[in-house]
């Protein structure tokens, strides 16, 4: 049920309100050519029956029984097809033991069955005589002027095919009718539709603008069914800036008041009582201190709405990395490949993906022999990235030792420094995890997943 009503939930409202104004206009269109056929046909079956009725009041008048036989004066029925043979236009008189006592000259071929309605009452129908289609009209008559007395049945046919032509005429016509009025009810209604969402894909333009840095708020006039919309999403934006301001403030604020004993730390020397092991204890923590604050204060420096980010080509800032990379390891001989297509973008802020980046390459070309290989792709869930090396790789239980503790940076693998707790830290900011593996390369592959980048 679900996966058959996605692609309807995944419909723009352009697509939305044309499949319905279609299906309106079609169902409007099928039912107007339908009654308007049904009334042609019925109006025209009735104006057939009213022929047909004259014709046989024309009969009665001409019509003379007596005990000489049946006559009809023909010239008083004003109808010349009756006189034409063949003319698919015929009369006759029928008496009441089924027997043909006068038909037109028109009739070339046997009488059909006869009807025989009661004195006085009218019969009409459509029947199938020698492979046509006839109408047939019938009028019961109960004979009293003169001998001898009976009942007869007066009855005209006539073929249908003009009827038939006629009615394929009027629905040629018809429909074409119909199908020129729909395809101009419906480029009105892409007109009006046009017109009714351009205030929508005005704010959805200017929502871009605000993603690719070109603007801050949404700007200009909207119709009041949008504004409260708009305003939401102004206030929205505003608080997120002013958010950041705020975040941005209290670390430097905190980078600040850092500073100070954090230097002092640094200056500590044998002179002042400490020395040996412990000096270098203090100098490594001092470091790693150092190194978390600046981390810290450049995930608030560079953090961002990542709706609001523009889309960032990968390739080129891991070229980047991958180049200053190999020159720092160059005594080693690392090289650094790089297998991301050119065309892939994500939405994450640089900086946070040089940080990912570049601690996964430095942590590689720490362990590997020779070979670094970096990779990315996109799948339904989001963006893939992993790094592999051919060196002595990792230990399952020392890798998931050290992403369970990679999330505090002040706890990492030792040996590791702050690297994988960063690349932790930044996946989780854009919805994503770590996972660490054997390569095909014979070293480690770390493996990190961006679900809203």
């Known amino acids: 049920m679900s996966r058959a009503l996605t692609p309807i939930r995944m419909m723009s409202i352009r697509q939305r309100l044309l499949i319905v104004a279609g299906g309106v206009l079609t169902v409007f269109v099928l039912a107007t050519g339908f009654a308007l056929e049904r009334a042609f046909v019925k109006a025209a079956t009735q104006g057939e029956q009213d022929k047909l009725k004259g014709l046989v009041y024309a009969l009665l008048g001409a019509a003379n029984i007596g005990a000489q036989g ?23 008189i029928i008496s009441s033991d089924g027997s043909v006592v006068w038909r037109s ?57 003009d009827f038939s032509r006629q009615m394929a005429g009027y629905r040629h016509v018809l429909w074409y009718w119909l199908a020129a009025a729909a395809l101009l009810l419906l480029l009105a209604l892409l007109a009006v539709m046009q017109w009714g969402l351009a205030p929508l894909k005005r704010v959805s333009d200017e929502l871009r603008r605000i993603e690719s840095g070109d603007a801050e708020i949404l700007s200009g006039d909207h119709p009041r069914e949008l504004q409260p919309l708009v305003e939401a999403i102004n206030a929205l934006l505003a608080h997120e800036k002013a ?75 891991v070229d980047r990395l991958a180049a200053a990379l190999e020159r720092v390891y160059v005594q080693k001989g690392i090289r650094i490949r790089s297998e991301i297509p050119p065309s892939l973008h994500a939405r994450i802020d640089e900086n946070q993906l040089m940080e990912l980046v570049g601690n996964l390459l430095d942590n590689a070309a720490k362990w590997a022999s020779v070979r670094v290989r970096v990779s990315a792709r996109r799948t339904d869930i989001g963006l893939h990235l992993w790094v592999e090396d051919d060196g002595p790789g990792m230990v399952a239980a020392d890798a998931e030792r050290l992403l369970a503790r990679g999330e505090r940076a002040d706890s990492s693998h030792p040996g590791q420094g702050i690297g994988l707790a960063v690349v932790v830290q930044i996946a989780a900011d854009y919805g994503g995890d770590v996972r660490i593996d054997r390569s095909e390369l014979g070293g480690a592959k770390v493996k990190v997943s961006l679900r809203t980048a």
Do not use: C
């Open 105 to 161: 000259p028109s009739m070339l071929e046997r009488p059909p069955p006869a009807s025989l309605p009661p004195p006085g009452e009218w019969a009409f129908d459509r029947i199938v005589w020698n492979g046509r289609a006839w109408f047939r009209l019938s009028f019961g008559v109960r004979w009293a002027a003169g001998e001898p007395v009976g009942a007869y049945d007066f009855m005209v046919i006539e073929s249908t095919g």
């Open 70 to 92: 049946v006559t009809v004066d023909l010239s008083q029925l004003g109808e010349p097809r009756l006189l034409q043979p063949g003319s698919g236009l015929d009369a006759m």
């Open 243 to 317: 958010r950041r301001e705020r975040s941005r403030h209290a670390l430097d604020d905190l980078a600040h008041s850092l500073k100070t004993p954090l230097a002092v730390l640094r200056g500590l020397r044998a002179e002042d009582g400490l020395g040996g092991a412990a000096a270098k204890t203090v100098g490594e923590q001092v470091m790693r201190m150092d190194k978390i604050v600046a981390f810290h204060l450049q995930r608030a420096e560079g953090a961002r709405v990542q709706a609001l980010l523009p889309p960032l080509a990968l390739a080129p800032v």
